[in-house]
C-alpha cells in the first residue's frame, strides 16, 4: 500500500487524469449499443477498378438436352461475355456440390467472365414451404452462424450451403445474389406504404417471410461467404422497388422489429455491396432524383429504364451515407428483356435490336457494371416474355441468332466492355450534335489481352434518339464540326468497316453508328488553314527581321559577315 501511494504521489495531475479518462471511456463504451453502422460493407468492399462492362445471358429452364456447358457455348456465339448462373441448394443437395464446375470452366475457356451466382431455392428439407421452395424462405435463420470453434454451424442450413457453394465455386464466381425478387408482390398500393413501414409478409409473394428476415439471409450470406473468399461481392437479390431497397437500409435483421441491438449490431447496408436489380422496360421508371417519367416505346426510352432505375437505387443508397461517409456499392442489372416481336405496342426486331446496343451504351455511362437479359432462347419464358430471346429456336439453335441479336457481335468485336464512359468529351459531342440526334464518347481503360484486335483509344457512337417510337429516317451530320480527336473506322451494326475522313459526312438513323480509333494529333481543315496563314506570317516577320540586320550591319561595314551565310540564314 505505502509503495502504491508514493507511485501515485509521484504522477502529475495530467496522466491522473488521463488515465482516469481512459478507464471511463472503455466502460461507457461497453455499455453503449451499437450504432448499426461499424461492420462490413460501412467499412470495406473489394476493389470495383478491375470490373468491365459485361453483358450476359440471365437464368432459365433450358430443356430439351441443354446443359450449361452447351449454353456456355451458344452464349458466346451470340456475343455475351458475362452470365447468370442459377446455383440451387436443392441441385447441390441431389447431385454434390461440385456438380457444376465442369460447366463453370467450360465458361472460362469461352471468355465468360466475372460470373453472378444466383443463390436460391432451399432443398425440401431446408424449406419453410413444400412445393414452393424457390419462393419461400429457408429455415433455421437464426440458428447461430458460427460455432465455438469458428467454424459455421451446420444447423443454420443457408449458412452452411453458402459456405459450401462459394467454397467450391470462389474461382469462378464474382458475384454472388441472394435469392430471387425477395420484394416482389401482387400488392401494389402497398408498396409505397414500405417507404415507411415494413412490408407484410404475405405481400411478398417470392418470400414469405419479414423484410427483418431477408436482411438476416444478407448478413449470413455476407459472414460466411467473405471469409470463404474476402474479395467476392454480396449482392442484394434482383431487387425492383427503391422503398424495399429503403427498408433494407434502416432495418437490421432484429426479427422483433429491425433496430439495432448488441445481437443485431448493424443495418442492412452493412451485407452487401453490390446492388442487383430487375428492369422490364414494358414498365414505365421514375427518376427519384429529378421525378422525371420515362414511360415511352422508343428504343432510348427503352435502355434509359434500366439504367434511371438503378439511378434511383443509388440515390437511396447515398441518403445512407454510402459513397460519401462509407463505401460506394456497385451496381448490376440481372433481370431485363425487350421482346423481338410487339406486346402492348413495346418491342419488335428494330426496337430490340437499338435496344442492346443503346442499353450497353448508356450502361457503361450510368456506371452499371453487368446487364443479363432474361433467357437465351425464345418460348422459354412465360407470358410477354416468349420471345426476348437472342435465338429463335432451340433446334439448330446456333444458325437461328435473330436480327435484333448480332448488334451484340459488333460490341464484342470492339470489345466494347474494355471501355468507360469519357464525360467531358461526351458533353461536348451532344452539345455539337443537331436536334434529335445524341452520342457518346467511350475511352479505353483496360489493357489489350493476347490474340485481341486493338480497335482505338476512343469510340464515338452517333444515333437519332427514340422516345416514344423509333425515328425513321436518317440525318446527314458532318463529322468535321464535331471535332474527334481520332481518325475514325465506321462501323455499323452488321460488322461493315470503313475508312473515313474527320471531316466527312456520315448518315445517322435510330440504330447507332461507331467510330473507332487511335487518337490522333491531326487537326480540321480549318486549323491547318490557320497554321499555314501563321507560318506565312512568321516566315515575313523573319525576312523583315534578316533584312533589317543586313542593311544595319552588313551594308554598312560594321562587323564583318558572310552575305551568303546571311542570306541562307534568312531562307532557314
Not at 407470358?383 to 435465338?391: E, L, N, P
Not at 468497316?497 to 435510330?510: L, Q, T
Request: hydrophobic residues 35%; aromatic residues 12%.
Amino acid at each position: 500500500i505505502d509503495i502504491t501511494c508514493i507511485k501515485i504521489r509521484k504522477m502529475n495531475i495530467f496522466n491522473i487524469f488521463k488515465y482516469g479518462l481512459i478507464i471511463i471511456m472503455l466502460f461507457t463504451k461497453s455499455s453503449e449499443a451499437p450504432d448499426g453502422k461499424g461492420i462490413g460493407a460501412y467499412l470495406k468492399v473489394p476493389d470495383p477498378s478491375g470490373l468491365q462492362y459485361r453483358l450476359g445471358n440471365g437464368a432459365g429452364f433450358w430443356g430439351n438436352g441443354w446443359d450449361d456447358s452447351k449454353v456456355s457455348i451458344l452464349s458466346s456465339m451470340c456475343g455475351y461475355d458475362g452470365a447468370r448462373k442459377k446455383m440451387p441448394e436443392s441441385h447441390f443437395i441431389t447431385w454434390g456440390y461440385g456438380i457444376e464446375v465442369g460447366d463453370c470452366q467450360t465458361n472460362t475457356k469461352y471468355g465468360i467472365l466475372d460470373v453472378v451466382g444466383f443463390l436460391c431455392t432451399p432443398s425440401d428439407a431446408h424449406s419453410s414451404k413444400l412445393a414452393d421452395n424457390e419462393h419461400c424462405k429457408p429455415l433455421n435463420l437464426y440458428e447461430p452462424i458460427w460455432l465455438s470453434d469458428g467454424k459455421v454451424n451446420p444447423n443454420n442450413y443457408w449458412a452452411y450451403y453458402v459456405n459450401q457453394t462459394v467454397t467450391t465455386y470462389k474461382n469462378y464466381i464474382k458475384i454472388w445474389e441472394t435469392w430471387n425478387e425477395p420484394d416482389y408482390t401482387r400488392n401494389y398500393n402497398a408498396v409505397s406504404d414500405w417507404e415507411k413501414n415494413p412490408p407484410k409478409p404475405d405481400d411478398l409473394t417470392s418470400w414469405h417471410g419479414t423484410i427483418f428476415e431477408y436482411i438476416r439471409l444478407l448478413r449470413i450470406t455476407y459472414e460466411v461467404a467473405k471469409k470463404a473468399d474476402p474479395n467476392c461481392w454480396i449482392a442484394t437479390g434482383g431487387l425492383g422497388y427503391t422503398s424495399f431497397l429503403d427498408g433494407i437500409m434502416r432495418y437490421t435483421d432484429n426479427p422483433k422489429d429491425g433496430s439495432v441491438t448488441n445481437d443485431y449490431p448493424a443495418y442492412g447496408g452493412a451485407y452487401f455491396d453490390c446492388d442487383a436489380y430487375h428492369q422490364y422496360p414494358k414498365y414505365g421508371t421514375t427518376d427519384l432524383e429529378t421525378g422525371e417519367s420515362y414511360n415511352g416505346a422508343g428504343s432510348d426510352s427503352l435502355a434509359k429504364k434500366v439504367v434511371i432505375l438503378k439511378k434511383s437505387h443509388h440515390y437511396i443508397i447515398k441518403k445512407y451515407g454510402f459513397g460519401s461517409k462509407y463505401p460506394d456499392k456497385i451496381f448490376v442489372n440481372t433481370e431485363t428483356g425487350v421482346t423481338s416481336k410487339k406486346v402492348d405496342n413495346v418491342g419488335g426486331d428494330l426496337e430490340r435490336r437499338n435496344w442492346i446496343l443503346k442499353l450497353a451504351l448508356y450502361a457503361i455511362e450510368y456506371d452499371v457494371k453487368q446487364i443479363h437479359i432474361l433467357n437465351l432462347v425464345d418460348d422459354n419464358g412465360f407470358g410477354d416474355y416468349t420471345s426476348v430471346g437472342a435465338f429463335s429456336s432451340f433446334d439448330e439453335a446456333y444458325k437461328k441468332l435473330k436480327d435484333s441479336s448480332k448488334g451484340r457481335l459488333l460490341l464484342k468485336k470492339i470489345n466494347l466492355g474494355k471501355y468507360i464512359f469519357e464525360k467531358e468529351k461526351t458533353e461536348k459531342l451532344r452539345g455539337k450534335l443537331p436536334s434529335g440526334v445524341t452520342g457518346i464518347v467511350l475511352k479505353r481503360k483496360f489493357p489489350k489481352v493476347e490474340n485481341e484486335t486493338h480497335y482505338g483509344d476512343y469510340i464515338y457512337s452517333i444515333w437519332r434518339y427514340c422516345e416514344k417510337e423509333e425515328t425513321s429516317g436518317e440525318v446527314e451530320i458532318d463529322l468535321g464540326d464535331l471535332d474527334l480527336v481520332i481518325d475514325p473506322l465506321l462501323l455499323d451494326w452488321l460488322q461493315n468497316e470503313k475508312k473515313i475522313s474527320r471531316s466527312a459526312d456520315v448518315k445517322v438513323s435510330s440504330t447507332p453508328i461507331f467510330l473507332v480509333g487511335l487518337e490522333s494529333s491531326g487537326t480540321s481543315g480549318f486549323v491547318i488553314f490557320l497554321e499555314v496563314v501563321g507560318i506565312i506570317l512568321l516566315i515575313l516577320v523573319l525576312a523583315v527581321v534578316g533584312l533589317y540586320c543586313y542593311k544595319r550591319f552588313v551594308k554598312k561595314k560594321d562587323i564583318p559577315i558572310d552575305k551568303n551565310f546571311m542570306k541562307e540564314l534568312i531562307l532557314n
